[in-house]
Protein backbone atom coordinates (compact mmCIF):
# COMPACT_ATOMS: atom_id res chain seq x y z
CA UNK A 1 0.00 0.00 0.00
CA UNK A 2 1.55 3.04 -1.09
CA UNK A 3 0.43 6.51 1.32
CA UNK A 4 0.96 10.13 0.08
CA UNK A 5 0.50 13.52 1.88
CA UNK A 6 0.77 17.14 0.17
CA UNK A 7 -0.19 20.25 1.05
CA UNK A 8 -1.16 21.74 -2.15
CA UNK A 9 -1.26 25.37 -1.29
CA UNK A 10 -4.52 27.26 -1.43
CA UNK A 11 -6.12 24.78 -3.16
CA UNK A 12 -4.26 24.26 -6.29
CA UNK A 13 -5.21 27.83 -7.00
CA UNK A 14 -3.68 29.79 -10.07
CA UNK A 15 -4.33 27.17 -12.53
CA UNK A 16 -2.03 24.46 -10.64
CA UNK A 17 -5.02 21.75 -9.69
CA UNK A 18 -4.37 20.06 -13.29
CA UNK A 19 -0.87 19.78 -12.13
CA UNK A 20 -1.77 18.41 -8.98
CA UNK A 21 -3.65 15.73 -10.66
CA UNK A 22 -1.28 14.84 -13.33
CA UNK A 23 1.00 14.00 -9.94
CA UNK A 24 -1.08 12.17 -7.95
CA UNK A 25 -2.32 10.08 -11.50
CA UNK A 26 1.32 9.00 -11.86
CA UNK A 27 1.99 8.12 -8.37
CA UNK A 28 -1.01 6.19 -8.01
CA UNK A 29 -1.33 6.30 -4.41
CA UNK A 30 -4.11 4.35 -2.74
CA UNK A 31 -4.51 6.69 0.08
CA UNK A 32 -3.51 10.44 0.21
CA UNK A 33 -4.12 12.83 2.69
CA UNK A 34 -4.07 16.68 0.89
CA UNK A 35 -4.12 19.67 2.84
CA UNK A 36 -4.67 23.36 2.08
CA UNK A 37 -7.90 22.51 0.43
CA UNK A 38 -8.82 26.07 0.00
CA UNK A 39 -12.84 25.98 -1.29
CA UNK A 40 -13.31 22.53 -1.27
CA UNK A 41 -16.20 22.69 0.73
CA UNK A 42 -18.35 24.92 -1.19
CA UNK A 43 -20.72 24.47 -3.38
CA UNK A 44 -21.73 21.04 -1.97
CA UNK A 45 -18.60 20.13 -2.19
CA UNK A 46 -18.08 20.30 -5.92
CA UNK A 47 -14.53 20.75 -5.86
CA UNK A 48 -13.63 17.97 -3.92
CA UNK A 49 -15.95 15.62 -6.15
CA UNK A 50 -14.06 16.74 -9.01
CA UNK A 51 -10.63 16.16 -7.89
CA UNK A 52 -11.51 12.92 -6.28
CA UNK A 53 -14.01 11.66 -9.72
CA UNK A 54 -10.86 12.61 -11.67
CA UNK A 55 -8.15 9.98 -9.44
CA UNK A 56 -11.16 7.70 -9.18
CA UNK A 57 -11.04 7.94 -5.49
CA UNK A 58 -13.49 8.58 -2.08
CA UNK A 59 -12.69 11.29 -0.38
CA UNK A 60 -13.27 12.30 3.25
CA UNK A 61 -13.36 16.08 3.85
CA UNK A 62 -12.94 18.17 6.64
CA UNK A 63 -14.00 21.77 6.32
CA UNK A 64 -12.02 24.23 8.88
CA UNK A 65 -14.10 27.06 11.43
CA UNK A 66 -10.53 29.28 10.67
CA UNK A 67 -7.91 28.06 8.06
CA UNK A 68 -8.53 25.95 5.07
CA UNK A 69 -9.82 21.98 4.66
CA UNK A 70 -8.28 19.00 5.03
CA UNK A 71 -8.99 15.24 3.35
CA UNK A 72 -7.96 12.15 3.25
CA UNK A 73 -8.53 9.89 -0.17
CA UNK A 74 -8.56 6.64 -0.46
CA UNK A 75 -8.34 4.15 -3.82
CA UNK A 76 -11.19 1.18 -4.66
CA UNK A 77 -10.60 -1.69 -3.65
CA UNK A 78 -10.09 -0.06 -0.36
CA UNK A 79 -12.97 1.59 1.41
CA UNK A 80 -13.74 3.65 4.22
CA UNK A 81 -15.69 2.16 7.21
CA UNK A 82 -15.70 4.82 9.24
CA UNK A 83 -15.06 8.66 8.53
CA UNK A 84 -14.93 11.74 10.66
CA UNK A 85 -13.79 15.32 10.78
CA UNK A 86 -11.94 17.83 13.60
CA UNK A 87 -12.39 21.52 13.20
CA UNK A 88 -13.20 22.93 16.67
CA UNK A 89 -9.91 22.27 18.08
CA UNK A 90 -7.54 22.81 15.06
CA UNK A 91 -6.67 26.20 13.24
CA UNK A 92 -6.83 24.14 10.39
CA UNK A 93 -8.77 20.80 10.30
CA UNK A 94 -8.29 16.77 10.75
CA UNK A 95 -9.82 14.13 8.16
CA UNK A 96 -10.04 11.05 9.91
CA UNK A 97 -10.57 7.52 7.68
CA UNK A 98 -10.74 4.25 9.19
CA UNK A 99 -10.17 1.60 6.28
CA UNK A 100 -9.79 -1.86 6.70
CA UNK A 101 -7.25 -3.86 5.25
CA UNK A 102 -6.11 -7.36 5.16
CA UNK A 103 -3.42 -6.67 7.71
CA UNK A 104 -6.13 -5.00 10.06
CA UNK A 105 -7.95 -1.60 10.22
CA UNK A 106 -5.84 1.25 9.12
CA UNK A 107 -6.61 4.72 10.50
CA UNK A 108 -5.50 7.73 8.73
CA UNK A 109 -5.59 11.47 9.58
CA UNK A 110 -4.84 14.13 7.53
CA UNK A 111 -3.94 17.20 9.28
CA UNK A 112 -2.49 20.60 9.06
CA UNK A 113 -1.07 22.44 12.76
CA UNK A 114 -1.14 26.01 13.53
CA UNK A 115 1.26 28.12 11.48
CA UNK A 116 1.79 30.83 13.46
CA UNK A 117 1.70 29.87 17.38
CA UNK A 118 4.09 27.16 18.48
CA UNK A 119 1.89 26.44 21.40
CA UNK A 120 -1.31 26.50 19.73
CA UNK A 121 0.87 23.76 17.71
CA UNK A 122 1.97 22.24 20.70
CA UNK A 123 -1.61 21.28 22.18
CA UNK A 124 -3.01 20.57 18.64
CA UNK A 125 0.02 17.81 18.27
CA UNK A 126 -0.79 16.60 21.77
CA UNK A 127 -4.54 16.27 21.46
CA UNK A 128 -4.16 14.17 17.85
CA UNK A 129 -1.58 12.53 19.42
CA UNK A 130 -3.88 11.12 22.49
CA UNK A 131 -6.96 10.80 20.55
CA UNK A 132 -5.99 8.49 18.03
CA UNK A 133 -3.99 5.58 19.68
CA UNK A 134 -4.74 2.85 17.55
CA UNK A 135 -2.26 0.53 16.44
CA UNK A 136 -2.17 0.96 12.82
CA UNK A 137 -2.47 4.64 12.60
CA UNK A 138 -0.95 7.36 10.70
CA UNK A 139 -1.31 11.09 11.31
CA UNK A 140 0.25 12.72 7.80
CA UNK A 141 0.25 15.93 6.91
CA UNK A 142 1.60 19.51 7.44
CA UNK A 143 3.23 19.60 11.17
CA UNK A 144 4.76 23.31 10.44
CA UNK A 145 7.46 21.76 13.32
CA UNK A 146 10.45 21.13 13.01
CA UNK A 147 12.24 18.15 14.44
CA UNK A 148 13.79 17.49 17.85
CA UNK A 149 16.78 15.60 16.00
CA UNK A 150 18.10 18.38 13.63
CA UNK A 151 20.31 21.44 14.42
CA UNK A 152 17.96 24.54 12.77
CA UNK A 153 19.66 27.48 14.32
CA UNK A 154 21.90 28.08 10.92
CA UNK A 155 18.89 27.69 8.56
CA UNK A 156 16.44 29.90 10.98
CA UNK A 157 19.20 32.88 10.72
CA UNK A 158 18.06 32.71 6.87
CA UNK A 159 14.70 33.34 7.35
CA UNK A 160 13.03 36.61 8.04
CA UNK A 161 12.03 37.96 11.69
CA UNK A 162 8.68 37.21 10.52
CA UNK A 163 8.87 33.13 9.40
CA UNK A 164 11.99 32.65 11.96
CA UNK A 165 9.51 33.54 15.11
CA UNK A 166 7.08 30.91 13.86
CA UNK A 167 9.66 28.47 15.04
CA UNK A 168 10.87 30.00 18.09
CA UNK A 169 9.37 29.45 22.09
CA UNK A 170 9.15 32.37 24.38
CA UNK A 171 12.50 31.62 25.45
CA UNK A 172 13.82 32.45 22.25
CA UNK A 173 14.95 28.50 21.66
CA UNK A 174 14.16 26.28 18.45
CA UNK A 175 11.14 25.18 19.07
CA UNK A 176 10.33 21.43 18.19
CA UNK A 177 7.61 20.42 20.92
CA UNK A 178 5.14 19.68 18.61
CA UNK A 179 7.19 16.77 16.97
CA UNK A 180 8.53 15.53 20.04
CA UNK A 181 4.53 15.83 21.88
CA UNK A 182 3.92 12.91 18.87
CA UNK A 183 6.88 11.16 20.07
CA UNK A 184 6.63 11.08 23.41
CA UNK A 185 2.88 9.38 22.76
CA UNK A 186 4.76 6.68 20.71
CA UNK A 187 4.62 7.70 17.52
CA UNK A 188 7.47 7.37 14.48
CA UNK A 189 8.73 9.40 12.27
CA UNK A 190 8.79 7.34 9.19
CA UNK A 191 11.27 9.41 7.34
CA UNK A 192 13.17 8.98 9.98
CA UNK A 193 13.01 5.00 10.35
CA UNK A 194 12.63 4.70 6.38
CA UNK A 195 13.31 7.55 4.41
CA UNK A 196 16.10 8.42 2.12
CA UNK A 197 17.57 12.01 1.00
CA UNK A 198 17.63 15.02 3.09
CA UNK A 199 13.66 15.19 3.50
CA UNK A 200 13.14 18.46 3.13
CA UNK A 201 9.97 19.33 1.65
CA UNK A 202 9.77 23.11 1.53
CA UNK A 203 10.31 25.23 -0.53
CA UNK A 204 9.35 23.68 -4.15
CA UNK A 205 12.58 25.01 -6.74
CA UNK A 206 9.20 27.39 -8.80
CA UNK A 207 6.16 26.96 -6.53
CA UNK A 208 6.67 29.62 -3.92
CA UNK A 209 7.29 30.00 -0.74
CA UNK A 210 10.22 31.99 -1.35
CA UNK A 211 10.70 32.91 1.92
CA UNK A 212 12.13 29.55 2.96
CA UNK A 213 14.34 29.54 -0.41
CA UNK A 214 17.87 29.72 1.79
CA UNK A 215 16.69 27.89 4.33
CA UNK A 216 15.10 24.58 3.24
CA UNK A 217 12.91 22.84 6.47
CA UNK A 218 11.11 19.65 6.78
CA UNK A 219 7.58 20.56 7.62
CA UNK A 220 5.45 17.82 6.55
CA UNK A 221 5.07 13.87 8.32
CA UNK A 222 4.00 10.81 8.45
CA UNK A 223 4.27 10.00 11.74
CA UNK A 224 2.92 5.65 12.59
CA UNK A 225 2.46 4.02 15.51
CA UNK A 226 4.96 1.68 15.98
CA UNK A 227 3.17 -1.31 14.64
CA UNK A 228 2.65 0.19 11.47
CA UNK A 229 5.82 1.63 11.14
CA UNK A 230 7.33 -1.47 11.35
CA UNK A 231 6.04 -2.33 8.08
CA UNK A 232 6.89 1.14 6.01
CA UNK A 233 9.19 0.88 3.71
CA UNK A 234 10.73 3.48 0.98
CA UNK A 235 9.02 6.71 2.51
CA UNK A 236 10.72 9.74 0.10
CA UNK A 237 9.94 13.06 -1.03
CA UNK A 238 8.89 13.14 -4.52
CA UNK A 239 10.64 15.97 -6.72
CA UNK A 240 10.99 17.05 -10.19
CA UNK A 241 8.00 17.36 -12.89
CA UNK A 242 4.99 18.72 -11.51
CA UNK A 243 6.31 18.43 -8.45
CA UNK A 244 8.61 21.48 -8.32
CA UNK A 245 5.91 24.06 -9.34
CA UNK A 246 2.03 22.48 -7.94
CA UNK A 247 2.70 23.75 -4.66
CA UNK A 248 5.21 25.23 -2.21
CA UNK A 249 5.99 21.71 -0.47
CA UNK A 250 6.73 19.01 -2.01
CA UNK A 251 5.05 15.50 -1.87
CA UNK A 252 5.95 12.90 0.91
CA UNK A 253 5.05 9.40 0.51
CA UNK A 254 5.78 6.29 2.13
CA UNK A 255 4.85 2.07 1.30
CA UNK A 256 3.55 -0.06 3.32
CA UNK A 257 4.13 -3.65 3.36
CA UNK A 258 1.49 -6.30 4.81
CA UNK A 259 -1.30 -4.20 4.51
Same mark, same amino acid.
Given at each position: ????????????????LDAVL?? /?????????????????????????????????????????????????? $????????????????????? &?????????????????? /????????????????????????? $???? *????? *?? @???? +????ARLSE !?? +???? !??? @??????? &????? +?????? *??????????? !????? %??? #? #???? %??? #???? *?? !????? &?????????????? @??????? @????????????
Amino acid at each position: MKLLTWNIKTGGSGGRLDAVLTL /LARERPDVVALQELRDFHRHDGARMAYLASALGMTAVLAPSLFGQPVAVL $VRPPLRVSERSAVRWRLHHAA &AVATIPTGGGELTVVSTH /LNPFRPYRRLREATWLAHRYRAPLT $VIAG *DLNSL *DP @DTQH +RERLARLSE !LY +RRRH !LGP @DGQVDTR &AVAAF +RAAGFQ *DLWRTAGSGDG !LTVPT %SKG #G #GQEF %SNA #GMRL *DY !LMARP &ALAAKAADARVIRG @DEAEWAS @DHYPLAVTFRGL
